[in-house]
Nanobody
Framework: QVQVVESGGGLVQPGGSLRLSCAAS????????MDWFRQASGEEREFVGRISSSSTSYAESVKGRFSISRDNAKNTVYLQMNRLKPEDTAVYYC????????????WGQGTQVTVSS
């Protein structure tokens, strides 16, 4: 069982920045594909971005403002969020995708990000 834990959420003013962290257990972390999702109140969960061992991709709504990086030595991925908008307010979730004989997905518990003045 892989444990996934997000941290770093909070309240930030519009235009501000925040960095979320996501730590995942396991000895082969460098092979995990790590995704960020978010879910605003009353809305469907939506994809934010992804980082694999070699590439990143982002939803159009965050492209150019958010960036994802990883530190394999710390089993951690980061979501750097800049120029935040009130519509970025949501619970942010991290998900680990592990491919062995099959595909396995592990979710974190989420961290709240609120963008408000």
């Amino acid at each position: 069982q892989v444990q996934v834990v997000e941290s770093g959420g909070g309240l930030v003013q519009p235009g501000g920045s925040l960095r979320l962290s996501c730590a995942a257990s396991g000895r082969t972390f460098s092979t995990y594909v790590m995704d960020w999702f978010r879910q605003a109140s009353g809305e469907e969960r939506e994809f934010v971005g992804r980082i694999s061992s070699s590439s990143t991709s982002y939803a159009e709504s965050v492209k150019g403002r958010f960036s994802i990086s990883r530190d394999n030595a710390k089993n951690t991925v980061y979501l750097q969020m800049n120029r935040l908008k009130p519509e970025d307010t949501a619970v942010y979730y991290c998900r680990a995708k592990i491919v062995t004989d099959d595909e396995y997905y592990y979710w974190g518990q989420g961290t709240q990000v609120t963008v408000s003045s």
